[in-house]
C-alpha cells in the first residue's frame, strides 16, 4: 500500500517535470521567427490557414496553344501571364486584380482576402507582374454554362486522354486521386451527373457566382472545357465509374459471406441464408412444411418483396423440409446488388412465409 502509494507520487512528480521540460525546452520560445515567403512560393503554395489548393493548381503561368501548361497540364482557370495588365477581371467586374486574387482565395481556397499594404499581397502581386512576356494584355472572358445533356456521340478514349490533362491535376492520373482530389474509380455516377459537377461545381457561398453547386472544386467555363471535350470525358469518369462488373464462379462482391436469418411467419419457415460466392446461396437448417402454391425463394432490394422482387432458383412447395441444407443459383452476379433481403415467398398470393435482410 505505502510503495504503491510512494510510486504514483513520484511518477506524478516526473511527468510534472517532464512537462515543464518541454514547455521552456532548449530556452527557444516557440520556434523559428517565420521567413516572410517569397511571391513564387505564396502562387505555389496552399495558404496554411486555407483549403489543400495553391494558385498554381488552378491557373498556370503559361500555356502553349492547346492550353497546356510546363506540365502538359490544362487547368481549369485561364493562365495568369500578362494578368496584371488586364483592365478588368472577373468579366468587367473588378478592376484592380487584387480584388480577383482575393475573389480566389474566399471562393477556391477558403482563405481570408489579402489587404493590400501586406507583404504577402506586394510580394505575390510583384511575382505576378513579373509573368509578363510583354504580349497581350487583353481582358477575358469566361461563362458558367449549363451541362450538355447528349452523350451518345462520346469518343471515350479521346476523354481518358483528355482527363489525364484536364482533371489529373487533382484526380491524378487515371483518376487514381491525389491529395488534392480524391480518386473518380469505382464511385458511381453517371455521365449527366459528372457533367452537373463540372460545369457548376463551386461554393454556394461564392458572392459573385449564382449557379454553384456546392464543393471546392472549380467548375470549368465553356472558355476553358467544351461540349464536346465535357461529353468525352464524362462518358471516360462514367466507364471506369459504372457498376464493377461482377462474374459468377468467383467471390469479390462485397455482399458474398452475408448471412440473412428467415422469420417464422407461416408454415413453419426457418432457416439461415448465406451468400456464398457471386452467384451462389446456401440456405441451412432449413424448415419449411411445404404447404401453399406456387412457392420459391425470392430475392429484393429491400424488405417489400413486392417491389423488384426476382425469382431464386424453383418451385419449393411440395416436400417437407426438416434442418435441410439447400443450394440456390443465381441467374447471374449482377443480381446480388438487388439482393437486400430473401423471403420464402408465395408468388400466388404474395405473402412471405418467412423472410430476412442480409448482413
Ligand atoms: C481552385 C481554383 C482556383 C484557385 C486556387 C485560384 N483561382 Fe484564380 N480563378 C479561378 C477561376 C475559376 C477563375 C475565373 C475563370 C478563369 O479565370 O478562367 C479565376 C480567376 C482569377 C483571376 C481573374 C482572371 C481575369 O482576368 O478575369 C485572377 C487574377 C486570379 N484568378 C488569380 C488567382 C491567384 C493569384 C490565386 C492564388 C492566390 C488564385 N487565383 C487561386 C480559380 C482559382
Ligand atoms: C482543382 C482541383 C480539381 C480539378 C482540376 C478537378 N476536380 Fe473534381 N473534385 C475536386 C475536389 C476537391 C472534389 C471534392 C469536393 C467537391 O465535391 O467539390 C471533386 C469532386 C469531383 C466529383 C464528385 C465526386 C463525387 O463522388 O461526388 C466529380 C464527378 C469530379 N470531381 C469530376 C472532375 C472532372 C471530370 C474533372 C475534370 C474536368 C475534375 N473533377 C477536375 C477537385 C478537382
Excluded at 498556370?60 to 481549369?76: K, M, Y
Excluded at 490533362?165 to 455516377?189: E, F, M
Excluded at 432457416?271 to 420459391?296: A, M, S
Aim: charged residues 15%; aromatic residues 8%; glycine residues 10%.
Amino acid at each position: 500500500m505505502l510503495i504503491q502509494a510512494t510510486l504514483k507520487w513520484s511518477t506524478t512528480l516526473l511527468l510534472a517535470c517532464l512537462l515543464a521540460a518541454c514547455g521552456g525546452g532548449g530556452g527557444s520560445d516557440g520556434g523559428t521567427p517565420s521567413q516572410p515567403l517569397t511571391g513564387a512560393q505564396l502562387f505555389s503554395q496552399a495558404d496554411p490557414a486555407g483549403n489543400q489548393f495553391s494558385c498554381s493548381t488552378c491557373h498556370a503561368t503559361s500555356e502553349n496553344a492547346q492550353g497546356l501548361d510546363a506540365q502538359q497540364l490544362h487547368r481549369p482557370a485561364h493562365s495568369l501571364l500578362n494578368a496584371t495588365r488586364r483592365n478588368a477581371f472577373y468579366n468587367g467586374t473588378f478592376s484592380e486584380v487584387i480584388d480577383a486574387v482575393n475573389n480566389c482565395r474566399v471562393d477556391w481556397m477558403d482563405a481570408s482576402p489579402y489587404v493590400s499594404d501586406s507583404n504577402d499581397w506586394l510580394a505575390l502581386e510583384e511575382y505576378l507582374a513579373g509573368l509578363s512576356d510583354s504580349g497581350d494584355a487583353t481582358e477575358i472572358a469566361f461563362n458558367q454554362v449549363a451541362a450538355v445533356s447528349d452523350f451518345s456521340a462520346a469518343d471515350i478514349s479521346a476523354g481518358h486522354d483528355l482527363f489525364n490533362q484536364t482533371c489529373a491535376t487533382c484526380h491524378g492520373q487515371n483518376a487514381a486521386g491525389t491529395g488534392l482530389a480524391r480518386t473518380l474509380v469505382g464511385s458511381v455516377l453517371s455521365a449527366q451527373q459528372v457533367a452537373n459537377k463540372v460545369r457548376n461545381s463551386g461554393p454556394t457561398t461564392s458572392s459573385y457566382f449564382t449557379n454553384l453547386s456546392g464543393g471546392n472544386m472549380p467548375f470549368w467555363s465553356e472558355q476553358r472545357l467544351s461540349d464536346q471535350e465535357l461529353v468525352d470525358i464524362a462518358s471516360y469518369v462514367e466507364s471506369i465509374n459504372g457498376p464493377q462488373s461482377f462474374s459468377c464462379n468467383a467471390s469479390d462482391h462485397p455482399k458474398v459471406g452475408q448471412v440473412a436469418m428467415l422469420s417464422t411467419l407461416s408454415h413453419n419457415v426457418s432457416g439461415r441464408v448465406e451468400i456464398i460466392d457471386n452467384c451462389t446461396i446456401e440456405v441451412t437448417e432449413f424448415n419449411y412444411d411445404g404447404g401453399g402454391p406456387d412457392v420459391l425463394f425470392y430475392g429484393a432490394p429491400s424488405s417489400d418483396y413486392t417491389q423488384g422482387g426476382f425469382a431464386i432458383g424453383d418451385i419449393i412447395n411440395g416436400p417437407m423440409y426438416n434442418n435441410d441444407t439447400l443450394r440456390l443459383s443465381l441467374a447471374n452476379a449482377q443480381q446480388l446488388d438487388q439482393l437486400a433481403g430473401i423471403s420464402v415467398w408465395c408468388r400466388d398470393f404474395s405473402v412471405s412465409f418467412g423472410d430476412g435482410l442480409f448482413n
